[in-house]
C-alpha cells in the first residue's frame, strides 16, 4: 500500500520511491495519473488499472499474481490508498490468504489537513464524504451532533455550499476549517462558523478542488435525548399544528417528514 502525493510531487518517501521502482506491477486507479508521478521519478513499470467499478474481479486477478510470488504496490490517485478510496477487497483477501501486505506512509489529505486546522486532534473521527443527498447528509450530521472528537469529512466543491449550510442548521455555531487544494499552488484554509464559510464562499464566481472540512468537537449534554414520540406529542400539547410539529422534529433530528410521519404511525 504506496502513499503517493495529494498535490505537490515532491511529497513522496524515499521508501515509497525504491518500491515503486522493484515491484513487477504497480495497480492504479486511474493509469494516466499514475503515469504522470513515474514519469517524473523516472520510473517504468507495467500498471493495471483497480478502481471501484473493476474492484472484485481485478482484485482476484491481483491475487493470482501474489500468489504466484509476484510483488504488486496498489497506489491510489492521490495520498494513502484504502483512506476513502479502493483497496479494502483486496487487502483482506490477500490477509486470508496468507499473503503479506504492508504499509509504506506518506501523504493523506485527512492527516494533513488535520495538523494545520487548529482544531483539537488527540480524538477525531473521519467520515469519509458526506452523503450526496441533503436528506441523509443531515442525517449523518445529526447522528453526530454529540461527539465529543473533532469530525472530518470530505467534499465535492459543487456540494460544499449545501454542506456547509446543512452543517449550520444541524451543528450550530460550532468553529469550521475548510482546507482546499492542500499542497498544491492555490491551497488555502478557510476559518469560521458554518454560516460565515458559506457566506464567503458563496460570493466567489467558481469553487474548485478538493476539499476536506473539519468541524469542532460537539457537547455530548447538548443532543436532546427525547425519543422523537415524546418530542412530537410535547409540540401538539404545547399548542403546536400537526404538520408544523412533524417538520420540527424532523428538522431537528436531521430526517425527512416521510422517514418521521412513517414512524409516527408505526406506534
Given at each position: 500500500m504506496?502513499?503517493t502525493?495529494i ?5 513522496i518517501t524515499?521508501?515509497a ?7 513487477d506491477?504497480?495497480a492504479?486507479e486511474d ?5 504522470k508521478?513515474?514519469?517524473r521519478?523516472?520510473?517504468s513499470?507495467?500498471l493495471v488499472?483497480y478502481h471501484?467499478?473493476?474492484?472484485q474481479a481485478r482484485?482476484?486477478?491481483?491475487l493470482?499474481?501474489l500468489?504466484?510470488g509476484k510483488?504488486i504496490?496498489?497506489v ?5 490508498p ?10 483482506a483477501q490477500a ?5 503479506s501486505?504492508?504499509p ?5 489529505a485527512?492527516?494533513?489537513a488535520?495538523?494545520a486546522?487548529?482544531l483539537?486532534t488527540d ?7 458526506l452523503p450526496?443527498k ?5 442525517k449523518?450530521l ?12 470530505y ?6 455550499l449545501?454542506a ?7 451543528l450550530g ?8 487544494e492542500?499542497t498544491k ?6 476559518v469560521?462558523d458554518?454560516s460565515e464559510?458559506l ?8 469553487l474548485k478542488g478538493e476539499?476536506?472540512?473539519?468541524i469542532?468537537k460537539g457537547?455530548?449534554?447538548a443532543?436532546d435525548?427525547?425519543p422523537?414520540?415524546?418530542?412530537f406529542?410535547?409540540l401538539l ?5 400537526r404538520?408544523?410539529?412533524m417538520?420540527t422534529?424532523?428538522r ?10 412513517q414512524k409516527l404511525?408505526?406506534?
Amino acid at each position: 500500500m504506496v502513499a503517493t502525493p495529494i498535490g505537490n510531487l515532491e511529497d513522496i518517501t524515499l521508501r515509497a520511491l525504491r518500491i515503486l521502482r522493484e515491484v513487477d506491477a504497480i495497480a492504479c486507479e486511474d493509469t494516466r495519473h499514475t503515469r504522470k508521478l513515474l514519469d517524473r521519478h523516472g520510473i517504468s513499470k507495467p500498471l493495471v488499472s483497480y478502481h471501484e467499478h473493476n474492484e472484485q474481479a481485478r482484485a482476484d486477478e491481483l491475487l493470482r499474481e501474489l500468489e504466484a510470488g509476484k510483488n504488486i504496490a496498489l497506489v491510489s490517485d492521490a495520498g494513502t490508498p484504502l483512506i476513502a478510496d479502493p483497496g479494502y477487497r483486496l487487502v483482506a483477501q490477500a490477509r486470508a490468504r496468507g499473503v503479506s501486505v504492508s504499509p509504506i506512509p506518506g501523504a493523506s489529505a485527512l492527516v494533513g489537513a488535520l495538523s494545520a486546522s487548529g482544531l483539537p486532534t488527540d480524538s477525531f473521527y473521519f467520515g469519509g464524504f458526506l452523503p450526496a443527498k441533503k436528506t441523509q447528509r443531515r442525517k449523518t450530521l445529526e447522528e453526530m451532533k454529540g461527539y465529543p472528537a473533532t469530525l472530518v469529512f470530505y467534499e465535492a466543491p459543487h456540494r460544499i455550499l449545501e454542506a456547509l449550510g446543512d452543517i449550520a442548521e444541524v451543528l450550530g455555531p460550532r468553529r469550521v476549517t475548510l482546507g482546499r487544494e492542500l499542497t498544491k499552488i492555490h491551497e488555502e484554509f478557510l476559518v469560521g462558523d458554518a454560516s460565515e464559510l458559506l457566506d464567503s464562499l458563496a460570493n466567489r464566481p467558481s469553487l474548485k478542488g478538493e476539499i476536506t472540512l473539519m468541524i469542532s468537537k460537539g457537547d455530548a449534554s447538548a443532543v436532546d435525548p427525547m425519543p422523537m414520540e415524546a418530542a412530537f406529542d410535547k409540540l401538539l400539547a404545547a399548542g403546536v399544528p400537526r404538520m408544523e410539529a412533524m417538520k420540527t422534529v424532523a428538522r431537528e433530528r436531521g430526517l425527512s417528514k416521510r422517514e418521521v410521519y412513517q414512524k409516527l404511525n408505526e406506534r
